[in-house]
């Protein structure tokens, strides 16, 4: 049983997916009418744009679930948004080091950037969609949430020895499917995904750099999806937690692309994220009655990923200073 049925709200999940429509159209329609380069400081205020929503969200989800549930399930309902929310948009950090890649090796210009991550992230939606809505049936099994919970131990185990930054992009399914359907042009053509050379369609550098990215994006929901269905069973919080991830993390990577280098830590941090998730799936949930407590989750997640960013940044000021000292010492 969930607090927020399909068939009874399919009304708020129609209203949502249509708000979050008319978002993206002002977005790209409005304020990225031309193609440019995002700055960080619009990055961030964009970034600030979809984290204010999400909270704003989160108040008006806390105020109607309390109302009609009462006050201590509306605090749950509130608080298991925040941990999905949290979970997904700090994971989605480690898929910054993985964009960067893509767009490194693709050579795509910084003013085409934010065309590719948008359609990414419609793509995003899409697939996020179906996985939720299979995660909601196949995870109301026991072995299932067994299964799955195992599959994040060790991807999370996995995710200390391997560096996403050094997988080759060229080695994508989606790419490599790509070039044998259809041919690709050396160069990029503007903004165009496609171009006719001859009455023959050719896909350009920046729809393979879109395929990249809907491919990464797909591993990486087969991690992040599940994790969030460790934290709440609700399908709508799962969903609305996820989309408003999703749709912050274009200015996420505009923010964090030029200092994502400095968080040479942070894998471990959600490697741990990971670890705990799984655990939780698998050990935690049903030793504390079916749910282990959510402020104890938000905790230990706002600890792991908040402590390997701060011991980054420290790491990264001691190499600073020991290249300062060491070229004193050269020179």
């Known amino acids: 049983m969930t607090l927020f049925p399909i068939v009874e709200y399919w009304w708020f999940y129609l209203g949502f997916t249509l708000f979050v429509l008319l978002m993206l159209a002002v977005d790209l329609g409005v304020f990225h009418r031309k193609v440019h380069a995002v700055s960080i400081r619009e990055a961030a205020r964009w970034s600030a744009v979809w984290i204010g929503l999400s909270l704003t969200f989160n108040l008006l989800l806390y105020q109607y679930a309390s109302g009609t549930f009462g006050p201590e399930v509306g605090k749950n309902v509130a ?26 090796f693709f050579a795509v210009p910084a003013n085409l950037q934010h065309r590719v991550l948008f359609y990414g992230i419609l793509g995003a939606l899409v697939f996020r969609g179906i996985f939720i809505a299979l995660g909601s049936v196949l995870l109301s099994y026991h072995a299932i949430v067994v299964v799955f919970g195992a599959l994040l131990i060790l991807t999370g185990v996995r995710m200390v020895w391997f560096d996403g930054s050094q997988a080759s992009p060229d080695k994508n399914p989606l790419v490599r499917l790509t070039r044998r359907l259809v041919p690709v ?55 609305t937690s996820n989309v408003f991830a999703i749709l912050g993390l274009r200015s996420l990577y505009f923010v964090l692309a030029a200092a994502v280098a400095k968080f040479s830590l942070l894998r471990f941090g959600l490697a741990g994220v990971l670890v705990f998730i799984g655990l939780k799936m698998v050990w935690l949930n049903p030793a504390y009655g079916g749910h282990f407590p959510i402020g104890w989750s938000l905790a230990i997640i706002g600890t792991l990923v908040g402590g390997s960013i701060f011991a980054s940044l420290v790491l990264a000021s001691r190499e600073k200073i020991d290249q300062s000292q060491q070229s004193s010492v050269d020179s």
């Open 79 to 104: 608080l298991q948004f925040l941990a999905g929310y949290v979970v997904e948009y700090t994971l989605s950090v480690d898929n910054m080091f993985v964009f960067v890649v893509i767009f490194s």
């Open 185 to 239: 042009t050396e160069e990029f053509h503007g903004k165009h995904f496609f171009i006719r050379r001859n009455g023959v369609l050719h896909a350009t550098p920046l729809f393979l750099a879109l395929m990249a990215i809907e491919m990464s994006d797909i591993v990486f929901a087969i991690d992040s999806v599940p994790a969030i269905f460790a934290l709440t069973k609700e399908p709508l919080i799962v969903f």
